[in-house]
């Protein structure tokens, strides 16, 4: 695969930076200097926030209630514009790519404006650090992270047999379990059973969420053993728990889950069965080496064919075009707030993404006829055809831009029409709008 190819099905687009797949592996290798140059938000921060609006909500305190719903917008706020940042800016562009597929993985979203940069959090704190690592510690970091906890309503997951649940007459929440079977580790229809799932979340009873963050509450944890998929589990505190879920990690169903996502993701909504074999070989081999299964991914001939197979989701849209129209890092991070939401949050809504909440913990489809739609594309025409003179003035020649952006990807009737429209700001237009830059 050529240099295009590469920076389109493994990166955000053209302009390309890295050449071949051993760059991108060496970048990954390497170290995260994006997450150094544009920092995001971490727990320690927002944690102080959270609690503020708790106190103030309990003694009715409404400027303090308000007061702690700005401090969390504009934690938010600061994400999003290190998300875009590093997205925009990188020249490691796989290690963002990954990035984003790990965090949809492990959707987590925002459920009112206090939580709103929570999601951020998990995944800088619990994502960023293992992409090149090992898939059971980024596991065990993202379960045990308060962002989750908070998600999928472990704070309201009570051994019925523990002190706490005995004394306050609280049961199990089943969300965290059932979703690390069903969408983390093993995947829809893996054969475990119901028995597995209320099995695991009585072993999950001690995660708790303190003021602070993450912690271990032995009062509320299920007493005894607990046996899933045909393991005991014995022991008092994290041990067990954590041994869980490097069994998880370690089960050949979820070697399965993850390559075929991996390969659905980057490659084709239809993937070849080989490709997918040799992900799940190399995770299964490797005990799960992120860093090698990646490794096999963009080295594999299945992933290097001719074509954009997949459609570029709202989000790789926008980043695909501010890289393309060379768009700033400090440009993003100096912005207003409300710019942001006029070209980015309000549009990415409208395009059916909205930042950072998908709609359940399944994360956002891959289909292309999810994101073809009559509604989307409107959606991203408008935005190509408005936003770009906001972004950079004054716009690139159009028929220089078709090339920045998609090089020999260009069609002839693309090439055609660049070259025969009334103004710049058609023929930029045109070239975002295009079939071929909506594909990657």
């Not at 607990?226 to 728990?241: A, H, K, S």
């Not at 074999?277 to 001939?301: I, K, N, W, Y």
């Not at 289909?367 to 690139?396: H, N, S």
């Not at 009334?422 to 975002?432: K, N, P, Q, T, W």
Request: aromatic share 6%.
């Amino acid at each position: 695969m050529d240099a295009e190819g590469i920076a389109i099905r493994f990166g955000y687009g053209l302009p390309a930076i890295l050449s071949d797949p051993k760059a991108l592996i060496d970048g990954l290798a390497g170290p995260d200097r994006a997450a150094v140059d544009w920092p995001g938000v971490n727990l320690a921060e927002v944690a102080p926030v959270m609690k503020a609006y708790r106190e103030a909500r309990k003694a009715k305190d409404e400027g303090g209630v308000k007061a702690a719903r700005r401090a969390a917008t504009g934690l938010a706020m600061r994400g999003l514009k290190a998300t875009l940042a590093r997205a925009v800016g990188s020249g490691d562009v796989f290690r963002e790519r990954l990035v984003a597929f790990w965090a949809d993985h492990f959707t987590v979203a925002a459920r009112n404006l206090l939580e709103a940069p929570l999601p951020g959090v998990l995944v800088d704190e619990a994502i960023r650090p293992y992409v090149g690592g090992r898939f059971a510690e980024m596991l065990k970091a993202v379960t045990t992270h308060p962002a989750m906890l908070i998600y999928l309503n472990q704070e309201a997951s009570f051994g019925p047999g523990s002190r706490k649940g005995k004394r306050q007459k609280k049961g199990l929440n089943e969300n965290l379990a059932r979703e690390l079977l069903e969408l983390h580790t093993l995947g829809v229809g893996a054969g475990y059973s119901q028995a597995d799932v209320r099995e695991l979340a009585e072993l999950l009873t001690g995660l708790a969420v303190t003021p602070e963050g993450f912690a271990f509450d032995a009062r509320r944890a299920e007493p005894g053993p607990e046996t899933v998929l045909g393991v005991t589990y014995r022991g008092e505190g994290m041990t067990p728990v954590l041994q869980a879920l490097d069994d998880l990690a370690a089960r050949p169903e979820t070697a399965r889950h993850i390559a075929r996502k991996l390969a659905v993701h980057f490659v084709a909504d239809a993937p070849d069965d080989a490709l997918v074999g040799a992900l799940e070989g190399v995770f299964r081999d490797t005990g799960g080496d992120l860093l090698a299964v990646s490794e096999a991914l963009v080295f594999h001939p299945g992933a290097q064919g001719a074509g954009a197979g997949k459609a570029r989701q709202p989000f790789d849209f926008v980043v695909a075009a501010f890289r393309a129209l060379g768009v700033q890092p400090a440009q993003i991070l100096d912005a207003e707030p409300r710019v942001l939401r006029r070209m980015v949050l309000d549009p990415l809504k409208a395009m059916g993404q909205p930042f950072q909440q998908a709609q359940g913990p399944d994360g956002w489809p891959e289909a292309e006829a999810d994101w073809i739609t009559p509604q989307g594309l409107a959606a991203r025409i408008e935005w190509a055809m408005g936003a770009p003179e906001r972004l950079v003035r004054p716009l690139p020649d159009p028929r220089a831009f078709l090339q920045t952006a998609l090089g020999a990807r260009a069609g002839e009737r693309l090439t055609w029409a660049v070259g025969a429209a009334e103004s710049a700001r058609d023929g930029v237009g045109l070239v975002l709008s295009s079939p071929e830059f909506n594909r990657r």
